[in-house]
Nanobody, 128 residues
Framework: VQLQASGGGLVQAGGSLRLSCAAS????????VGWFRQAPGKERQFVAR????????YYADSVKGRFTTSRDSAKNTVYLQMNSLETEDTAVYYC??????????????????????WGQGTLVTVSS
């Protein structure tokens, strides 16, 4: 499966952005999708995960209550809605996918090596 992340840009603190992760080559059905980010000079970190079929989400503490991930099976796309953005949210954001059976819908999958497929990053810059 090929993943394409988009939607990044420049936004002021307190603003919102919605990132998209569009898949091609294969349906995202039966795949969990994760979001990660990498700030300048820092390691890549987990942000959020949405299970298949999509009713279970999991977030890093740093974004809980501000970010929401969702999926649209018809569009084969996963979204990351980011509200109340802070300068600390500035980073390159990546989406990633891994096969996931329904019975494992609650697994957190917060490690990079949990994922088999990665998209290119999209840059989010939050200005003060």
């Amino acid at each position: 499966v090929q993943l394409q992340a988009s939607g990044g840009g420049l936004v002021q603190a307190g603003g919102s952005l919605r990132l998209s992760c569009a898949a091609s080559g294969r349906t995202l059905n039966n795949y969990a999708v994760g979001w990660f980010r990498q700030a300048p000079g820092k390691e890549r970190q987990f942000v959020a995960r949405i299970s298949w079929p999509g009713y279970n989400t999991y977030y890093a503490d740093s974004v809980k209550g501000r970010f929401t991930t969702s999926r649209d099976s018809a569009k084969n796309t996963v979204y990351l809605q980011m509200n109340s953005l802070e300068t600390e949210d500035t980073a390159v954001y990546y989406c990633a996918a891994r096969p996931q059976s329904r019975q494992y819908y609650s697994r957190t999958y917060r490690r990079e090596d949990d994922y088999n497929y990665w998209g290119q990053g999209t840059l989010v810059t939050v200005s003060s």
